[in-house]
Each structure stands twice: as C-alpha cells, then as structure tokens.
C-alpha cells in the first residue's frame, strides 16, 4: 500500500513539474522545475530497485548538467523565452504530442502487461546489492561500451571548448 | 649503345635546354645551345656516313615501347645507306640554317624560341629518318608537321602566317589520314610494324593475289596499302592536289623555308616512297598514280614560277615543281635518281632560299623582284652564290642539279614512260627560264627602286659563310657523287637498299644516254637563254608575251585558281553546312533539350523551395508526424 | 490496486509527451534543449521498468549510457547555443532561419 502511494505521489510530482518546465516564460524557472522532475524520476529509480541509478540521477543530472543550464541560462540571459508566436501551432504541437502519448498508451495497454506485468523488488543473491550486481555487469559484459561512453564524453568535452572558444 | 644515339639526343637536348631556360634565362644566348646540338649531329653523322660506307649498319631496337601480346612497337633505329645520305641532308642543311639563323633572326624577339623550334624540328625529322619501323616514322612524320606549323606560324601576329600555318596543318592532315590507313593495312598484313617485316620479298609475294573492292573497283590489297602511303607523301611533299600549303608556308622566316619547305621535311615523302620501294614496286597502279602525280605536279609548279613576281613564291613553286620530279623518279623504278635528286636538291634550293633571305635582307623583307635589280654591285657573294644555285637547278653540267635531274629523265625515258619524259623535259626547260628570270630581275639590269637599291648591303659574315659552303656543295655533290652517269658512287652506295628484289631495271644504249644528255643540256640552255633575251636584251618582250596569251597568263599567275577552287568546293559548303547546323539545329534543337533538361528540376525546385520554410520546430513537427504514421501503419497491419 | 509494469510505462509516455511539446512549442533554444532532457528521462524510467520486470540489470546500465550521451549533448549543445548567441545576438528559434528555402 505504501508503495502506491509513494508511485502516486512521485508520478504527480513527475508530471506537474514536467508541466512547469514546459510552461514557465523564464528559463530559469523552468530550470528549477526541471530539478523537482529529476527528484522525483529519481525517487521513481528507487522504487524500482534501481538505487545506483538514483543516485547517479540526482549527482550527475540534478548537480551537473541541470547546473550547466543555469550556468548558459545566466550567461546569455535571453530576453525572449516565451512560446512560439501563433497559438494554432501551440494547439497543433500539444496535439500532435497527445497523439503520442495515446499511440504509447494504446500499445501499453493492447499488450496486456497492465494485469500482468509485475513489478517488485529484485531477488539477489547472498551477499550482493544492487550496487555489486550492477558493477559486476557493467565492467565484465558491457566493458567496451563503458568504455566508449568515456572516449565520447572526453570527445564531447573537447568539441565543446572548441566551439564556445572566442577566437 | 650505339654511336648514332647521339644524332638524335644532341638536338633534343638543345630543344629542352632552350625550351625550358629560354625565356628566362638564354634568351639570345640560344644560338650556342642549339649550333652545339646540331654540330653534334653532323659530326656524328658524319662520321656515320663513312662508317656506312664501310659496311657498318644499324638495326637494333632501342626499347620496347607497346608489347600487347604478340602486338610489339618498338623503339628502334635504323641506319644503311639511305638513312646515311638523309642524315647527311638533315644535317648539313640544319647546320648552315642554324649558322645562317644567327644572322637573319638577330634582332628578332622570340630569338630563343627560333633556335627551340629549330631544335625540335631537327630531332623530328631526324627521327623520321632513323626510325627502323613505321610507326617511328609516324611519329617523326607527325612532329615535323608540329614544328612546320609552328615555325610557319613563328610570327603569329601576322594574320597572314597565321593562317598560312593553319593551311598547312590542315592539307597535311588530309593526307595523313590516307598515310595512316596506309599504315593500319600494313600492321594487319605484315602483323608488325618494322620495315623487316613488312619488305620481306617472300611476304610480299605471299599476300600479292589478296584484292579489295573498293568503290565497285578490284585493288589489290599491295596497291591500297601503298596508295594510303602516298597519300601522305602527298600532303608532305606538297604533291597535286595537295600542294597548296607550301607557297603559303613562305610566311614563315626564310631559313624555315629553307630548311624545312625546300631541303628536308617536304622531301620526307619521296624518302617514304624510296624506303618503302619493296612494296611500291610491286603496286603497279600505284605507279601509275605516282608517276603522273609527279609529273603533273612538275608542270604545275613550272608553269606558276613562271608568272610570279615574289622571289620567295617563285623559289616555292620551284620547289614544288622539283618534288614532282623527285616523285616521279620514284615512281618510275628510279628511287636512286630520286634519292639523288633530293640530295642535291636539297643543297642547292637551300641555297637558293638563304640567297633569298639574303636579298631580303638588304631590301627591307620586301620581295618584289619587279623593285629589285642591279644588285649584284651591293651583294657580291650573295650575286655569285645566287647564280651558282641557278645553274644547278637549271641542269648545267657539272653542277650538282645536272647529274641528277638528267638521271631522272633518262631512267623515265628508259622505263617506256614517254609522255612522262617529254613534260618532264620541257619542265626541265622552263625552270631553267623561271629561275634565271629571277635571277636577272634581282641581280642584273639597272635598279627599278633607287631609294631601296641605295639602301641595300650585304649581309653579315654568318650569313654569307652558309651561302658559300652550300655554294661549294652545290658544285660538288653532283659530280663527286653522280659520275659517271648510272654508274657513279651513289648508285653503289645506294644500290643495294634501293633496289628492290624482282625488280629489272632498264638501262638505256650509251649511244641513247649520251643523246639524252645533250637534248636536256640543249633544252636548259634554250631557257637560259630566252630568259636573257627577255630580261636582259629585250626588256618589252615579256609584257608583249603577255599580252598576247592573256587567258594563259592570267590562269597561271593565279596558280590555276586552286585555291578559289578548294574555297568554292570544299571550304564554303562546309562552312555553309557548319553555319546551318550551328544556329539551325545545335542552338534550336540541341542547346533547346539541354536547357529544358535544366529548367524542369529548376521549376520543381521553385515549387518545392518553399517546404523548407528555415524553422527548426516546423522539421521537428514533420518528423513527428512521420514518424506517427510509420508507428500507425506498423502496429495496426 | 497492484502496482503494474503499465503503471510506469504510461507515466514514461505522459513525461514523454510533455517533452516533446516543449520541443514542439518553445522558441527558447535552452527550454527545448531542457524539454529534451524530459524525454531522455522518460525513456530512463522506461528502461528501469523493464529491467525490474525482466529481473535482467541490462536496463539500468543502458541509464547510464543515455546519462552519458545526454551529458555529452548537453555540454555540444549548450556550446552550440554560445557560439551561436555570440554571432546573432539571439537564441530564438524562429528567428535563426538562415536556411530557408
């Protein structure tokens, strides 16, 4: 029962805020919105047994990049941040998005895992965590890719200071 | 490594030396460079000759230049007799130029670029002549015609040159394009190019029977082979109908004309025919042809020099009228007398042009004999080296034109070619007339232009030495090399390369000869004489003269209205045609589809351009629509 | 009622959605740059789901590729956005239409 609630009430904050990043005319309220979504995603990754995750949620998305926004955000400070001019491509687009979702939904639901689909805490073995089992994956199986991931963040990090360089 | 390399590398490498540091760095410097280059030559040649003359020959394949498959075209020299007298010609004649160049080209502007393309067009026709196979002789063929068109060409500002270098590109491609189906029958039939091949007696006779039909008519396929051949012989050697080019080529500066459109490049033709005798003396219509082309263009030529009025034209069609009898020895069976011909030819025309380019010289590049006269005061050397050149061209015994022009007539007269014989002879005659004829309104009489007869000098040293030494040859060469008659030294030396297998000479009685040779004495003379009586006893004769066969005068001094001719035959339909397809149908019917090829995309694109409205959020918006049909169609079917 | 696989998966598609309308309707270069980030997240919560329900750990590490690439993105992104401030003086989307047709 406590794991309903807890689902209802971070999914509601999830999605309000997700609301407030979209609608708020000044970028930096939608910035501070945005962390409230990160928590709560964040408090979503716990429930699903996913801790690591979590907290990598919280240190990297909510303290680094989210941060990295305010920073550009202050930086330019941009005196338009308002919505696009004609209202009849404000409706079209939140149409076209509900069309989406609705296509997601219907597959969801079509699929059957809505009775189904079960969702508990994982079963480990002795002595094992999420935190072991995950490292135990990722730097046996998905070794490269880890890897890979470090040569495109060195890659990103270089091309970034290449292209905001004044020159 | 052969000694006769050398020939070939010295004037190639003065080519690339001046072609390369010329303009920067030589320029009138470029005299040394390319006199070094063709001294080399001469000496080796030379040498080479009396090598020869020893028994020495060359036939070795330098490199493999084409193998594809059993396909060779090598790279090879060739040196016997024939070549041995062709290399002497080239290079005696290109030597005296080069010496003579220093004199008359020496305040002229592209100075080095004169001595370049007198490098490249001596190693050109050196290769020409050295080459063991036909395709070597294509080459060489080729770039003399190169460096023809640009030393005829040299002062290219002149329309006139311009155009004349153009001609002469042009009537020489006509006949390259008969030489070069000539040369593609040769490789099919001998399955190679190298004259080892194809004059091979037995194979020769192997393929005798194989005829062609060409036009409804039976060839063999000996006498196409050898007509594509004298096609080219044709355009080279400025033989009827393709002869006009080489009066025109007298734009060019006069050692040009002398060395390439008199002495060596317009007798590669007859040294074709000669090199070739294996095979043209098995074509029996093509002798034909060869004979009457000669013969015909022998009187050509003569009748025309007798009407002209500028010294460089009548020297020309002099020229011309001397290839025709070169051309038609050959013809006949006589390629020794050809050779021969071309041989002393070659000296004393030579002579005769530089002599020209002399006069022309002192009288400020005019050449209008009919302003000349008396100069023979003011131009000593010029005066006696002109005359000593008249004499060997007219056939005055012993000078050099006698031994071999009176060779000619009498192998034709021995070969039953009588009609031959008989225009041959009264050509003989008339050049005789024509050549004096200049020679008096040049030299003797009383100045018709004072103001440009007080002007007149002789010319400098460098250029009166080449006068005198090729005097001295022309003196010479006939009968050191011809006497006695028939049976002289050349006949020796050339003998054995020069006549070909199967073949049986005539030989005429001694008694016959002896009359021959007194009759075209006789028939020189009597030019020689009615020249002076018309220039120089009794000046008003030639206007009488022409008065009274105005048509005739009036047909001659216009060449026979060939070009008129060529212009309303061949020039002006084309041009008519060109002009027609130009605006009519390349502009209306060609550029119209390619244009309307580029006009529909361009119509779409003006239609579709506006799709791509620049807007970031109308891509995305696309994107997501697309992407919610493809989700559409793949999850409903 | 149980908690359900869909449960997440549709609260992932509504985060989704809300993205996407953010690209769709902001003209503010950093908010559409942000509401991509919502629908990164939303394909994280996504993938967690599964992973639960497939007992399998392949999801989560799949997270941290996708933090990666969207730390990557954000970092190329945003100095984009300076570069592109620095020579317009603005970062409003439907004013950088240069590549109009």
């Known amino acids: 029962m406590m794991a309903q609630v807890a689902f209802y009430i971070l999914a509601v904050l999830a999605v309000v805020s997700a609301l407030g990043v979209i609608t708020r005319e000044n970028p930096v309220h939608s910035a501070l919105w945005m962390l409230l979504t990160f928590f709560s995603v964040a408090g979503i990754f716990v429930q699903l047994g996913a801790e690591f995750v979590a907290a990598i949620q919280v240190l990297v998305y909510a303290g680094a990049i989210l941060v990295l926004y305010l920073f550009v955000v202050m930086l330019l400070n941009p005196r338009a941040g308002g919505f696009i001019r004609m209202p009849a491509k404000y409706i079209i687009g939140s149409a076209v998005s509900i069309v989406v979702f609705f296509q997601i939904a219907i597959t969801v639901w079509s699929s059957g895992i809505f009775k189904n689909g079960t969702i508990g805490p994982l079963p480990y073995a002795e002595g094992m965590n999420n935190v072991r089992a995950y490292g135990n994956v990722l730097f046996t199986k998905y070794l490269v890719p880890f890897e890979i991931a470090s040569l495109l963040l060195l890659v990103a990090m270089i091309g970034a200071i290449v292209i905001a360089r004044k020159d | 490594m052969h000694l006769e390399v050398l020939i070939l590398l010295g004037p190639l490498v003065a080519f690339l030396i001046n072609g390369l540091f010329g303009r920067l760095y030589i320029k009138n410097n470029a005299h040394f460079v390319a006199i070094a280059g063709v001294g080399l030559s001469w000496i080796v040649s030379i040498i080479t000759f009396f090598r020869v003359m020893g028994g020495h020959s060359v036939d070795a394949t330098l490199y493999n230049w084409v193998a594809a498959g059993k396909f060779n075209i090598p790279f090879g020299i060739l040196v016997d007799p024939l070549t041995a007298i062709m290399l002497i010609v080239v290079t005696t004649v290109s030597t005296m130029v080069h010496i003579y160049s220093m004199g008359y080209m020496h305040d002229d502007e592209g100075y080095w670029r004169f001595f370049t393309y007198l490098s490249i067009f001596t190693f050109s026709m050196l290769i020409l002549v050295m080459g063991n196979n036909f395709l070597m002789l294509f080459v060489g063929w080729e770039l003399v015609g190169l460096s023809s068109y640009l030393l005829i060409g040299f002062w290219f500002y002149k329309k006139s040159a311009a155009d004349a270098c153009k001609k002469a590109f042009v009537m020489n491609r006509i006949g390259d394009f008969g030489f070069y189906i000539g040369l593609l029958l040769v490789i099919v039939t001998f399955q190679g190019l190298n004259y080892s091949d194809a004059f091979q007696y037995e194979a020769i006779q192997a393929i005798k029977a194989n ?254 030495g080449p006068l005198v030494f090729l005097a001295i040859l022309s003196v010479l060469a006939g009968a050191v090399f011809g006497y006695p008659l028939e049976n002289g030294f050349i006949h020796h030396f050339l003998g054995p390369v020069l006549t070909p297998e199967g073949a049986h000479p005539h030989h005429l009685e001694h008694s016959t000869a002896l009359m021959l040779m007194i009759l075209s004495i006789v028939v020189a003379a009597a030019g020689i004489f009615i020249s002076w009586l018309y220039y120089i006893k009794v000046p008003s004769l030639p206007g009488k003269t022409v008065k009274a066969f105005k048509p005739v005068h009036t047909f001659f001094y216009n060449k026979w209205f060939f070009d008129e001719l060529y212009d309303a035959l061949i020039v002006f339909p084309i041009v008519t045609i060109s002009r027609f397809l130009w605006r009519g149908f390349d502009v209306n019917v060609i550029d119209f589809t390619v244009n309307a090829f580029g006009k529909v995309p361009m119509f779409i694109g003006g239609v579709a351009r506006h799709l791509q409205t620049g807007r970031m959020q109308t891509y995305i918006f696309t994107m997501v629509v697309g992407v919610i049909v493809l989700f559409t169609i793949f999850y409903t079917v | 009622m149980e908690l359900t696989l869909a449960h997440y998966l549709i609260l992932s598609a509504v985060i989704f959605a809300l993205g996407m309308t953010g690209v769709l309707i902001r003209k503010n270069l950093i908010v559409m740059f942000m509401s991509l980030e919502l629908m990164l997240n939303a394909v994280n919560i996504n993938l967690a789901a599964f992973s639960n329900y497939l007992q399998d750990m392949t999801g989560q590490i799949f997270i941290v590729f996708v933090m990666a690439v969207a730390a990557a993105e954000a970092a190329v992104g945003l100095a984009l956005i300076i570069s592109l401030f620095r020579n317009k003086q603005t970062i409003n989307a439907e004013e950088l239409n240069i590549m109009r047709g």
């Open chain 2, 211 to 464: 005829t062609y039909t060409v036009f409804g008519m039976q060839f063999s396929l000996i006498d196409l082979m050898t007509l594509g051949l004298f096609c080219g012989a044709m355009g080279k050697s400025a033989q009827f109908p393709l002869h006009t080019w080489l009066p025109d080529a007298m734009e060019g500066p006069t050692p040009v004309s002398a060395l390439i459109h008199a002495a060596t490049m317009v007798t590669a033709g007859v040294y074709m025919v000669a090199r070739c005798n294996a095979l043209f003396s098995e074509a029996h219509i093509t002798s034909m042809v060869v004979v009457y082309v000669g013969m015909f263009t022998a009187f050509l030529g003569a009748t025309i020099g007798l009407t002209q009025y500028d010294l460089k034209r009548i020297l020309a069609y002099s020229t011309v009228s001397q290839l025709g009898y070169m051309i038609m020895a050959t013809g006949v069976g006589a390629y020794v007398a050809g050779i021969f011909h071309l041989f002393t030819h070659a000296f004393f025309k030579g002579l005769l042009f530089l002599c020209s380019g002399s006069v022309m010289h002192a009288m400020h590049n005019d050449l209008d004999v009919r302003k000349m006269g008396g100069l023979k005061k003011k131009m000593p050397i010029t005066y006696w080296t002109y005359l000593v050149g008249c004499i060997a061209i007219a056939g005055i015994p012993p000078l050099a034109g006698f031994w071999s022009k009176d060779e000619i007539l009498a192998m034709t007269f021995a070969n039953g070619h009588m009609f031959p014989w008989f225009v041959a002879t009264v050509v003989a005659g008339m050049t005789a007339f024509y050549m004096f004829r200049s020679f008096f309104l040049v030299f003797e009489g009383t100045p018709r232009n004072q103001h440009m007869h007080d002007h007149a000098h002789e010319s400098p040293a460098t250029m009166t």
